[in-house]
């Protein structure tokens, strides 16, 4: 009786253990899929200032992307706050990447 027991714990904790591990890499997989979605429209935005000659920096900054009319704000969907306007995106070479300040 005293066996069978610790074997019912047993079961019940792993699949407690299983069930909270799925929950986590879900949950964590969805905020970097909006995270990557987001700075991959504000990359694009970059790339079609770049490509209208209209930004000629490796650095270009959301405030200009914003003042020269190629972008929006923009809010950050996992803080919900707008991006900094200090924020940028630096081009090396073919590679955008996105620095939030």
Same mark, same amino acid.
Not at 13 to 31: E, G
């Given at each position: 009786?005293?066996?069978? !027991?610790?074997?019912?714990? *047993? /079961?019940?904790? &792993?699949? @407690?253990?299983? &069930?909270? #591990? *799925? @929950? #986590? !890499?879900?949950? #964590?997989? %969805? *905020?970097? %899929? /909006?995270?990557?979605?987001?700075e991959k429209r504000l990359i694009e935005s970059a790339k079609q200032c770049i490509w209208d000659d209209a930004c000629s920096e490796n650095k270009i900054y959301i405030g200009e992307l914003m003042e020269k009319n190629y972008l929006k704000t923009e809010v950050n969907p996992i803080t919900k706050k707008y991006y900094s306007k200090e924020s940028y995106i630096e081009k090396e070479g073919n590679t955008y990447t996105f620095h939030e300040v």
């Open positions: 009786m005293k066996n069978s !027991k610790w074997v019912l714990l *047993t /079961i019940v904790l &792993i699949l @407690f253990s299983m &069930i909270l #591990y *799925t @929950f #986590y !890499k879900v949950s #964590y997989n %969805h *905020t970097s %899929h /909006i995270k990557e979605v987001a």
